[in-house]
């Protein structure tokens, strides 16, 4: 299937083919001036709950012995990364995305892609020129001045974002008739990847909340209730057991807290504490908490009971 933009431009335009049945959805053009260098389609992963998405570009090329030009083509090509690696990928989330094409530079010469490498996304010629112990390949050649000699550049690039990264296996470069001056760049991911289901051991609360409290007991009067925690706790630090004194410790603490936070406190908590063993569950993976690195509700909740323990402490 074929898939092009719908934008009509007397020069640089893309297309992406897929193979066979495979699913490719077309996003809408953006509105820019050089739309037509730039398409987005997106693949579905697994169920189609997921996606990959892809953007295809061909950014505008150099100009021989037209410095003015040039420099002009530099600008526009830069602004065209630019847009594609930070605002659009910004736009589309945390989500795999393949920035793909035909950028007419190399990453020596485009600021963009240097802000790309120290971002985490993966140029994958590079990456795997680094596995083979080689140089990245050139990808396009053509006879220098004067029709002397061939002069080779790397200007067609793969760049995987930080998420897409973890599925690659392969970047290969070969030759090919139908395309004058470039070499075919292409890589293979593993999309089951994304998909994979896996176990995920979620660790316990530090603190737990289901215990009982006497929040009207002074100093003394806790600390004789709870004799036996304290005995137990000096054993453990006495013999280096550093997990039983991590569990007995952070139980004293959590009581202290909700004692001086007040009975409303201790209502809102009392049950809520989870088991002193890890849970596990049976996830797809990678899921957006893996892969945004963002705190859930409750991961959230626990920093700030961790805030006022040391706060009360």
């Known amino acids: 299937m074929g898939v092009e933009s719908s934008v009509k431009a007397v020069r640089g335009g893309v297309a992406v083919f897929t193979k066979g049945t495979m699913p490719c959805v077309k996003l809408p053009d953006v509105e820019r001036q050089d739309a037509n260098r730039l398409m987005r389609f997106k693949v579905p992963l697994g169920r189609g709950n997921l996606w990959l998405h892809v953007i295809n570009i061909y950014a505008p090329c150099s100009v021989r012995d037209d410095v003015r030009a040039n420099v002009r083509q530099h600008k526009d090509r830069e602004d065209l990364l630019s847009y594609a690696f930070q605002t659009m990928h910004a736009e589309l989330g945390k989500v795999p995305t393949v920035i793909l094409g035909d950028f007419n530079t190399s990453p020596a010469e485009s600021t963009t892609l240097q802000w790309a490498a120290d971002n985490g996304w993966l140029d994958a010629a590079a990456w795997q020129a680094a596995r083979d112990g080689t140089g990245p390949p050139h990808t396009f050649s053509r006879k220098g001045k004067d029709g002397q000699g061939e002069v080779r550049t790397r200007i067609d690039h793969i760049y995987l974002c930080p998420i897409a990264r973890r599925a690659i296996l392969k970047c290969e470069t070969r030759d090919v008739e139908f395309i004058p001056g470039h070499r075919v760049l292409s890589v293979t991911l593993d999309l089951p990847r994304f998909t994979t289901s896996t176990l995920d051991y979620k660790i316990p609360r530090a603190l737990p909340t289901d215990v009982t409290?006497?929040?009207m007991d002074d100093g003394d009067a806790f600390f004789t209730t709870h004799a036996n925690e304290l005995a137990l706790f000096e054993r453990a630090v006495t013999g280096k057991d550093v997990e039983t004194a991590w569990n007995v410790a952070t139980g004293?603490?959590?009581?202290?807290?909700?004692?001086?936070?007040?009975?409303?406190?201790v209502k809102m908590c009392k049950g809520k504490g989870q088991g002193r063993e890890p849970s596990v569950r049976r996830t797809s993976a990678p899921s957006c908490a893996m892969v945004t690195g963002a705190a859930n509700h409750r991961t959230v909740r626990l920093n700030k009971l961790l805030k006022r323990v040391n706060v009360m402490l």
């Open 213 to 215: 409290i006497h929040p």
């Open 252 to 265: 004293l603490c959590e009581r202290v807290l909700l004692r001086c936070a007040g009975e409303n406190v």
